[in-house]
């Protein structure tokens, strides 16, 4: 009369055996074979324990296990004379990580090896994930081995790539039982340089750039690079094949929250100022360093038509186009003529509309949309807060730098909200109320 056959170490259950108008008494074996005896003091942990209004006609003998073991599993047999019943039992250990987040400090080209000591029975399955992706044995990156109880992870030729989170799955089926344990890995290794814009990365220790600007207008030249420990940047300009530091005083040089991109603000006064400027970046592991081939680009046309043609509660929507500018959009029909760069987008700058008061651009936001497809011409600018007037106004962008700015009239405004859904709200509200 058991309801589950499935038991954890160290638990204690009660079996029932019922029997009607049974030819004999009613005997518990145990897997091995042999009687379970009834309770005493040499036998306290399993034994068989009778009724006092024990008859043929009906009988009810519970076998008493105390604190589970491993090897009570198997088959018991509950026996009337030639009638029995079997009941197969499983005794299980359910895997304890005693760590369940761990983290891991590995060095670039070396090993890191991540333990998952995992003992239980039955025999848990255990995998391991990086990222939540399924880690194969490819016997060159991954090794999984298993070592007694610990089911290890190496992880070979460490690199930036290899830092995440690695999480060992554990699972035990016939227990309907799962556990885990997370490892957090970080890969000590040297700066690697990448594009911002486009994220491609640059995996050789030089590398190069070419950068357009404009003249009477400041550049922003960024080098940005993964690293740990955090890197440290340097700018160079280099002039007459000698390398000369760039500090504040010549230039704003601007470090990101995270330590991970530096800004060069370079202001272009005149054509004397373009050239070669090196950003070095270093830490303990190593350095790299990237050289920005600044040239004189061309100043995009602006567009010359700007309408505003809907709105959202939090998204102004525009019909934006510029018939003057080259607009080429896939990569072997971009111009490559510093005078006559692509246009790949159009930069918005909005500010709340204050009555009175002329719009204040230094505070504004900047939206920057690409333009996907020359036939492109509807874009959408937000988020902003709703049922407000904006002031707005809009550049072309190519490579180089911005066009002039183009004032949208009449000022536009984000919707707001509905009345219906007010309504819906406030009715809601109230059966939450009244519930």
């Known amino acids: 009369m058991a309801r589950s056959s499935v038991y954890n170490v160290g638990e204690k259950k009660a079996i029932y055996c019922k029997g009607l108008n049974l030819p004999e008494k009613i005997t518990w074996y145990s897997p091995s074979g042999n009687i379970v005896e009834g309770r005493s003091t040499k036998n306290t942990r399993v034994y068989v324990e009778r009724p006092k209004n024990e008859t043929l006609a009906s009988s009810l003998v519970p076998l008493i296990i105390h604190s589970t073991k491993i090897e009570d599993s198997g088959n018991w047999t509950c026996k009337a004379g030639p009638l029995s019943e079997n009941l197969e039992i499983l005794v299980g250990e359910k895997v304890n990580l ?73 699972t035990q089926k016939a227990l309907s039982y799962y556990t885990y344990k997370r490892v957090y890995l970080t890969v000590k290794h040297k700066p690697v340089l990448f594009n911002h814009e486009t994220n491609e990365v640059y995996y050789t220790k030089y590398s190069s750039e070419e950068v357009y600007a404009i003249v009477n207008k400041t550049k922003n030249i960024t080098c940005s690079a993964i690293a740990s420990p955090p890197p440290t940047f340097r700018w160079n300009r280099r002039i007459n094949g000698y390398d000369r530091e760039i500090n504040d005083a010549d230039d704003t040089v601007l ?24 950003c070095s970046v270093s830490n303990t592991m190593g350095h790299v360093s990237i050289v920005f081939d600044v040239q004189l680009g061309n100043k995009p046309n602006p567009p010359d038509s700007v309408i505003f043609l809907n709105a959202t509660t939090t998204e102004l929507i525009f019909n934006v186009t510029c018939s003057t500018c080259n607009l080429a959009i896939e990569e072997e029909d971009k111009s490559p003529d510093p005078k006559n760069l692509t246009v790949i987008g159009y930069s918005f700058l909005v500010v709340p509309y204050q009555e009175k008061y002329p719009a204040d651009w230094d505070a504004a936001t900047e939206f920057k949309v690409d333009i996907v497809s020359p036939n492109d011409t509807v874009f959408t600018v937000g988020p902003l807060a709703n049922n407000t007037r904006y002031h707005v106004r809009v550049s072309s962008r190519n490579a180089a730098g911005t066009s002039e700015w183009v004032d949208v009239s009449p000022d536009p405004s984000t919707a707001l909200a509905t009345r219906l859904a007010i309504s819906l709200l406030l009715l809601f509200v109230s059966a939450l109320a009244t519930y």
Not at 255 to 278: F, M, P
């Open 98 to 170: 005693s760590v369940k987040e761990d983290s891991f400090i590995g060095e670039e080209s070396k090993s890191a090896l991540l333990d998952c000591v995992a003992k239980g029975y039955p025999k848990p399955v255990v995998q391991w994930y990086k990222d939540l992706v399924p880690i194969v044995d490819d016997n060159k990156k991954y090794i999984l081995r298993k070592k007694g109880d610990n089911h290890q992870l190496e992880i070979r030729n460490l690199n930036h790539q290899d830092t995440g989170e690695y999480t060992c799955k554990v």
């Open 255 to 278: 470090i990101s929250a995270d330590g991970t991109t530096s800004v060069l603000q370079l202001r272009v006064y005149n054509e004397s100022y373009l050239g070669e400027y090196t």
